[in-house]
């Protein structure tokens, strides 16, 4: 017993003890992934405290959940030329909409339907150029783009969420629906998230809802056979 | 004079209020969760301005959140305290013990043959295994609630220990999990607390701490056996709540399962307008 009551006591005071321990710890930084030498370790610091980015790059691409396949068209059985490859791959162009006709009297959502339907649009209601910048609006991939990977923490994101990191710019903002197929290939960590989650709630229901319901039914008749039993054994009073 | 009721004690006064903050921490979550998931449609904006609005509302959830998660971290300490380190095969599989064991398996399978009446009713002991899986339940949805919940709070610190990709997936479990608690409790948890017949119009006993002998003859016998057996009934009788204690409590009970249900009923109708990420 007193053993008991020693054990209990030892946890009851470890355990905040723990947790304090861990409030106090130095913030690790290992998440971040940003390429930097030692000897500016300091300055590290004070680029995430102040969202202020400048004489270094931080690697590029090298966190994104993204599976990136481009079709190649010169795989396609019939291809539109030997060169059209290039051209149908917008990723790295100055101008993206490049050649695009009557783009003067379009508005974006008319092609990008599906990435106005985000978090940062529906919640936040922020605008395309707010990210994407002014015309000509340079493709992601683009080396000068500050779209770019290698920059967006440091030109795009940082314009909101200050003290943002290359890992933190690596949050996808445009979402591909979590359930469809090609998601699978895309985004395999948010495809098979979703469909865990999915299961997980369709099943925890599809047992509990019938098992509560038959639960139900039959305690309704047992209570009629109490009461029908007591009535007959009136009725022969 | 009408004879009172005998009641035997089920839950401690700590029991009960672990289960109180859980109710009203739980409820505030849903109402503000819900305000910001459903902020889109018309209800969710309504229900957002009635929580303080877009700023107020999140604020809120935040520390509520906190608060849950402090709570949990205590429940857990105090049921470590509970556990009897010198008998530890015992307390930890024994009648008592809230963990899932074989007989639970065998009580479920009895069950749904008494459900259809092929078979005679099982004679449960302390914990139903539907309330072992309303316990632990708690326990893999608090952690997962709790750590997607600190990671979208705190979403720039967040991602210097994981990639920031992985707030996609943060936001993702924190809405399911919420969605698969929310539905359970207000679906399943309240069907089997206040309207199942043999509950209507309340299991009182989370509230009451205590449950008339009759209930337990009924729907606990082996519980009742293991008492008798360890002597332990007498001990174990207590006094009926008072009427007025009976009035707050059924009052409470009612508002809350009213306003669950309210929250529940809206969320299905604007389902279709809100997405899992």
Redesign the interface.
Do not use: C, M
């Given at each position: 017993m007193r053993n008991s009551i020693y054990i209990s006591k030892t946890i009851v005071w470890i355990m905040p003890l723990i947790l304090l321990a861990l409030l106090l710890f130095p913030v690790p930084s290992f998440g971040r992934g940003e390429e930097v030498a030692s000897y500016i370790n300091r300055y590290k610091q004070y680029e995430v405290s102040t969202g202020y980015y400048e004489q270094y790059e931080v690697r590029p691409r090298h966190q994104s959940p993204l599976v990136r396949k481009f079709r190649g068209v010169d795989r396609e059985p019939f291809a539109y030329s030997s060169t059209s490859a290039s051209i149908r791959n917008r990723n790295h162009l100055a101008d993206s909409h490049r050649a695009i006709k009557f783009y003067d009297n379009r508005r974006c959502e008319e092609c990008h339907i599906n990435e106005t339907r985000d978090i940062h649009t529906v919640r936040a209601n922020m605008t395309c150029r707010q990210c994407h910048g002014p015309e000509p609006i340079a493709s992601i991939d683009h080396y000068y783009s500050p779209m770019n990977p290698i920059r967006r923490h440091a030109y795009i994101c940082s314009k909101c969420h200050e003290g943002a990191s290359a890992s933190f710019a690596t949050y996808v903002i445009h979402e591909p629906a979590a359930g469809a197929l090609s998601t699978k290939t895309s985004f395999p960590a948010l495809y098979y998230s979703y469909w865990f989650m999915l299961i997980l709630l369709a099943g925890t229901l599809a047992f509990f809802i019938p098992h509560s319901i038959l639960m139900g039914v039959r305690e309704l008749f047992g209570k009629r056979k109490e009461r029908t039993g007591d009535d007959d054994a009136d009725d022969a009073h | 004079m009408m004879m009172q009721t005998m009641r035997i004690k089920r839950f401690s006064l700590l029991d009960r209020g672990f289960h109180f903050f859980l109710i009203l921490t739980f409820l505030i979550q849903t109402a503000t969760g819900f305000s910001r998931l459903f902020?889109?449609t018309t209800w969710g904006k309504k229900l957002n301005a009635v929580l303080g609005g877009y700023e107020t509302s999140i604020f809120i959830h935040k520390w509520v959140g906190v608060l849950m998660i402090l709570g949990f971290?205590l429940h857990t300490?105090y049921l470590?305290?509970r556990i009897?380190?010198?008998n530890l095969g015992t307390s930890l599989f024994g009648p008592d013990s809230l963990i899932p064991n074989i007989h639970d398996a065998k009580h479920l399978w009895q069950?749904i043959l008494?459900?259809f009446?092929i078979g005679p009713r099982p004679k449960m002991g302390r914990w139903a295994y539907?309330e072992k899986?309303d316990y632990w339940a708690v326990y893999w949805g608090m952690p997962l609630l709790a750590i997607t919940g600190v990671m979208l709070m705190y979403?720039?610190?967040a991602?210097?220990?994981?990639?920031?990709?992985?707030?996609?997936?943060a936001?993702?479990?924190h809405r399911?999990?919420a969605?698969?608690a929310v539905?359970?409790i207000f679906?399943?948890h309240f069907?089997?607390g206040h309207?199942?017949?043999?509950s209507f119009p309340m299991n009182e006993a989370m509230f009451a701490g205590s449950i008339p002998m009759e209930e337990l003859e009924d729907e606990k016998p082996a519980w009742l056996e293991q008492l008798k057996n360890e002597g332990k009934l007498e001990t174990a009788k207590v006094t009926p709540p008072s009427p007025l204690y009976k009035v707050i409590y059924f009052v409470f009970g009612y508002t809350a399962l009213g306003f669950g249900v309210y929250l529940l009923i809206n969320g299905i109708i604007y389902s279709r307008y809100i997405?899992?990420?």
């Open positions: - | 902020l889109p971290i300490l470590l305290t009897d380190w010198k069950r008494w459900f009446g539907w899986f979403p720039i610190i991602s210097n220990y994981v990639p920031g990709w992985t707030l996609n997936i936001v993702l479990l399911a999990e969605i698969l539905s359970y679906i399943v069907y089997v309207l199942r017949p043999s997405t899992l990420h």
